[in-house]
């Protein structure tokens, strides 16, 4: 008898949730086609790549880089080794800004360092009428947010550059949002589990983690209008010291919010004036 799909299905080194995605992946089909053709023959090709796939994930490699994919705000991004993988905890930032626009017609949204666009893209999305510009300093994430903006059908502006270095003089906008690269270069952290596979300069400033929420703050008045927002994502022990940071600087109704595991993780104010 020759050997069916499901025989596949079967294999125990690794979740079965990951086995199946896999396999979906492999045959490029959904798992309803899955359900239906299990006991379809194998072919050597689906086997053979399907074995170089779990080998990678045996290794370490994410999911997400492996499929190519996350979902985030419920729509799914591609996703490559050169951004970072959207985390279901910045849904939070995505929420917040949303609700600072929430009473603005055609606001002016700019997210720094965007990576895959998950922030800017889902915010774009959910605000037809925004005009958002997404920032990076790496021109490939930038390709594959661009990629993805396209595939989701979402109209932003990209610029490449270094936090503000990116963005045109003269540009106001009402809300600025950023999930920077906030771990600390010592952190053990940076050698455990999917994050050794993801963008190393995704995930840490090479510095006390702050280096980088520190340049994003100190540059947010020259480019926010009167009564514009400012929110970033920061590390689980950082909402204080971010805190701080907007405070010194002169912001607003300082703030921080919680992420799905009740930990402190966007933190964000106001700048003063009226509209
Ligand atoms: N939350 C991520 C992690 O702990 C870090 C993401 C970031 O630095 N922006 O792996």
């Not at 086609?33 to 299990?38: F, S, T, V």
């Not at 340049?215 to 805190?243: F, T, Y």
């Not at 600087?249 to 106001?270: C, M, P, T, W, Y």
Request: proline share 6%; aromatic share 6%.
């Amino acid at each position: 008898m020759t050997a069916q799909i499901k025989s596949l299905l079967l294999d125990e080194r690794l979740p079965r949730l990951e086995v199946r995605m896999l396999l979906e992946h492999v045959l490029a089909k959904p798992r309803a086609w899955l359900l239906a053709h299990d006991t379809d023959p194998l072919t050597p090709e689906t086997a053979t790549a399907y074995e170089a796939l779990a080998q990678r994930r045996l290794a370490g490699e994410p999911m997400a880089y492996l499929v190519g994919q996350r979902e985030f705000m419920g729509h799914v991004f591609r996703v490559t080794p050169d951004v970072l993988i959207p985390r279901p905890d910045t849904e939070v930032l995505v929420e917040t800004a949303l609700e600072c626009v929430a009473g603005l017609a055609a606001p002016a949204v700019l997210d720094l360092g965007t990576g895959s666009g998950a922030i800017a893209i889902s915010i774009a999305l959910a605000r037809r009428d925004a005009r958002v510009m997404a920032s990076d300093v790496s021109a490939k994430a930038l390709a594959v947010a661009a990629a993805n903006a396209w595939d989701l059908t979402a109209s932003l502006r990209f610029v490449e550059g270094s936090w503000y270095d990116a963005v045109p003089a003269g540009e106001g906008f009402d809300l600025i949002v950023s999930n920077p690269p906030y771990v600390a270069s010592d952190d053990p952290h940076l050698g455990q589990g999917d994050v050794r596979f993801e963008p190393r300069g995704a995930l840490t400033d090479e510095a006390d983690g702050l280096q980088d929420l520190r340049r994003i703050v100190a540059g947010a008045p020259r480019h926010l209008k009167a009564g514009g927002s400012l929110w970033m994502e920061h590390g689980w022990d950082q909402a204080e010291a971010v805190r701080a940071l907007l405070t010194g600087a002169g912001f607003d109704d300082v703030h921080s919010r919680h992420d799905l595991a009740g930990i402190e993780r966007i933190s964000g104010g106001r700048w003063p004036g009226h509209r």
